[in-house]
């Protein structure tokens, strides 16, 4: 099966975006957000290189023309209020998708694999 690249069109052509593009701009994003202290699931959770099939390590992108939606496994800091930095990571990281790229963020799912002391 033939995986599709997200794509933009316009009167004078196509622009196509790669997954690994966006999932450099997920893991960025997703990192700077408060709480946030890893990416993934594994024992050194940190942002992973890059899979066959838009994934690394936590990140997950699959596109549908012209949106994108997006799937993130985090490690969050312990004490915080699990809900909020979720949304706070689903909020940051469509914001900056979309502005970054002008593709349509149809959804971003918040994994918290694990809850951490911070270093």
Do not use: K, W
């Not at 593009?21 to 408060?34: D, P």
């Amino acid at each position: 099966m033939e995986r599709v690249e997200p794509q933009l069109s316009s009167p004078l052509g196509r622009i196509t975006i790669s997954t690994g593009a966006i999932v450099q701009i997920v893991s960025q994003t997703a990192a700077r957000c408060y709480g946030v202290v890893g990416i993934g699931g594994g024992a050194r959770a940190r942002v992973g290189r890059l899979l066959p099939g838009g994934r690394t390590h936590g990140i997950t992108v699959s596109g549908d023309g012209d949106s994108v939606s997006l799937d993130l496994q985090v490690v969050v800091e312990h004490g915080l209020n699990l809900a909020e930095v979720a949304a706070t990571i689903r909020s940051q990281v469509q914001y900056e998708v979309e502005r970054l790229t002008g593709l349509r963020v149809a959804a971003v799912d918040v994994h918290i694999q694990d809850v951490r002391q911070s270093a």
